[in-house]
């Protein structure tokens, strides 16, 4: 009993991969290990959670502490490690991605079916004064090779201005106006600058 006391703070250690493709369907994997202070533990029951659907599926670990859960739909998951004698063990906010990329990162609908951004360039149209946001242009490629061209117009902005010492720095906060290939809708614009002396930005704007 001394010694299961000791190990009540048993280890969970959780390895997420994702990028595989089974029929139409985009799904993932995770594969993780139990362990405690003195290695890895057999015979866990370990329950995997999907956080948005609450849908469980179960799994008891090998001999050398492991387990697999294959064909794990994208979203964001939970595993829940039980032994008794071992307090049990949780992590929760594991990412299960997509073959599409990580869709965390910026992704597409287009066509029936999805894609992660895989490149942005964003050119910068300002004001004569050099300063104000007005027009930012948007060309995102996505891993289909799919190429997206937005353009936002910037149509009021609230500037927020701090001097200090021999520069300063300012906050253009805008609404803006967003179209893409017709559609249209709204957002927030928010541009930060440190200025010199001369109130000019200290970092080029493109």
């Known amino acids: 009993m001394r010694f299961r006391a000791a190990l009540i703070g048993a280890l969970l250690v959780v390895v997420a991969t994702a990028g595989s ?5 985009f799904q993932g994997g995770i594969r993780g290990s139990i362990k ?5 533990i057999p015979g866990v029951e370990v329950t995997l959670t999907n956080e948005q659907t609450n849908i469980k599926r179960s799994s008891i670990t090998n001999e050398r502490g492991e387990f697999v859960f294959a064909n794990v739909d994208p979203g964001n998951e939970g595993v829940n ?27 597409v609908w287009r066509d ?4 992660s951004i895989r490149d942005w360039d964003v050119k910068t149209e300002l004001a004569d004064d050099g300063i104000t946001h007005r027009v930012s242009h948007v060309r995102a490629s996505d891993k289909l090779g799919r190429v997206h061209e937005l353009r936002a117009d910037v149509v009021r902005v609230a ?11 300012i906050l253009n906060e805008g609404l803006a106006r967003w179209t893409y290939e017709g559609r ?8 930060l600058h ?10 080029p704007i493109e």
């Open 81 to 107: 490690a039980t032994l008794q004698g071992y307090k049990t063990a949780d992590r929760g906010g594991i990412r299960i991605g997509t073959d599409s990329g990580d869709l965390h990162r910026g992704w």
């Open 159 to 169: 500037p927020h201005r701090m001097d200090h010492g021999n520069g300063g720095s």
């Open 184 to 191: 249209t809708g709204w957002g927030i614009s928010e541009y």
């Open 21 to 25: 493709v089974f029929g139409q369907g």
């Open 194 to 203: 440190t200025l010199d002396a001369d109130g000019r930005p200290t970092i």
């Open 36 to 40: 405690d202070a003195g290695g890895v």
């Open 112 to 115: 029936g079916e999805y894609s």
